[in-house]
Each structure stands twice: as structure tokens, then as C-alpha cells.
């Protein structure tokens, strides 16, 4: 938070500190609600995917040069492994069309189905962009809260879990507004579905 601060709308760090083995982090408010919750999502599904589309733009122009933070997918299914193997993933939580399955076959199936992670489509990513993690006051995003995914990686990552959210809780006119102020160009469809499924496992 303390990199992104300046070059993104997040919290202040007001705090932190270590004690006894726990960390405490205190943050200052930002003001709003989470855009899960604001009525602009049900009211104007249109302008809501664009505003969520435009933040995203913004959070993916960061340069990523200095980017001490690596989210890729090396990174990211070594994390699903561990946790799979500590019994850590809630399946659950799982999306109804994968609660026949076991976290072990969706870690396999990730793992065999990898897709190629481009250059051109390694950028800044927030890591679990959705709705629910956008602040909003007036229409307008006041800061982008839970950071813990963060670090260079793939577009798409945060891509397909905005459209995911926007499909299930806005409906297909925000979903095709959001791919439209991003950029249908910059979009691989194909690897959308790749990043849902290894979302089940965090």
C-alpha cells in the first residue's frame, strides 16, 4: 500500500505494528460504500460497468518497472497448492457448476490447463477486483480497499473476476459496458475461464 499510495485512491496507513506473533494494521476510512452496495450497480448497470472499467484502466497503467510485488501465475498456483494441502480452501464456496468437484481436481485441472502469460498482458493487477472491493460516494470511486493479492501478473486475473461479478450481480448490459470502456482489443476471452477456476482455490 505504501507503493501504490499516491498513484492510486487507498487507504493511509495510520498504523502498524507487531505484537506477541499477531500483526494490527490500522488504516484510515474512505468515504462511501462498497460498490456491491451502492444502488448505481442495480439503478445504471450501464454507467456502473464503465466506472468499474475506468478504475481498473487506471489501477493496470501503473508501471510495473519498480514493482516489487509478483503475482504471477508461478506465484499464484504454488499458493494454491499450499493451500490446498493445508485444507484451506472452503469447497463450499465453490460456483455451483464446480460443487461436484474436490479442491485437489480444480488445483490439477489448473495446473494442466495453464495458459501462455503474454508480456503484453502482464500488468499491475489489484488480484480480486471486484465490486465489493471498490469504494463509492456520489457516483464516483473513492478508493480500492484489500490489496493482499496485488503484484504484477496477468490482466486477466482481475479481468474475469470483475466480469464474473458483474455478470451474477449487475446483468449483461454492465458486463458488456465494462468490456467496452476497458477494451474489447485488450481482452483474451479464452483465458477468462482459466482465472475463475483458479479462484476457487483463495
Known amino acids: 500500500m505504501q507503493w501504490i499510495s499516491g498513484r492510486l ?3 493511509h496507513i495510520l498504523h502498524y505494528e507487531k505484537q506477541g506473533g499477531e500483526e494490527f494494521l490500522l488504516l484510515s ?3 462511501g460504500k462498497d460498490a ?15 466506472i468499474m472499467a ?4 487506471s489501477v493496470h497503467q501503473l508501471n510495473i518497472l519498480d514493482c516489487l510485488f509478483d503475482a504471477s501465475l508461478d506465484k499464484k498456483l504454488a499458493k494454491a497448492k499450499m493451500r490446498v494441502e493445508m485444507g484451506l480452501v472452503d469447497s463450499d464456496d465453490f460456483d455451483p457448476e464446480r460443487r461436484h468437484q474436490t479442491a485437489i481436481e480444480l488445483l490439477r485441472e489448473a495446473e494442466c490447463n495453464r495458459p501462455d502469460e503474454s508480456l503484453d498482458d502482464r500488468v499491475f493487477t489489484h488480484g480480486d477486483y471486484t465490486p465489493a472491493n471498490n469504494m463509492l ?3 464516483k470511486v473513492t478508493g480500492i480497499i484489500d490489496w493482499g493479492r496485488a503484484g504484477a501478473a496477468d490482466r486477466h486475473q482481475d479481468i474475469a473476476l470483475m466480469l464474473r461479478s458483474l455478470r451474477r450481480h449487475a446483468g449483461l448490459a454492465a458486463a458488456n459496458s465494462f468490456i467496452d470502456t476497458y477494451g474489447r482489443h485488450k481482452i483474451d476471452f479464452s483465458k477468462l475461464d482459466y482465472y475463475i477456476l483458479l479462484d476457487e482455490l483463495f
Open 9 to 11: 485512491p487507498v487507504p
Open 29 to 31: 476510512e474512505i468515504k
Open 36 to 50: 456491491k452496495n451502492a444502488s448505481l450497480m442495480k439503478e445504471h448497470p450501464v454507467k456502473f460497468g464503465q
Open 54 to 57: 475506468e478504475t481498473l484502466l
Open 137 to 139: 460516494h456520489e457516483n
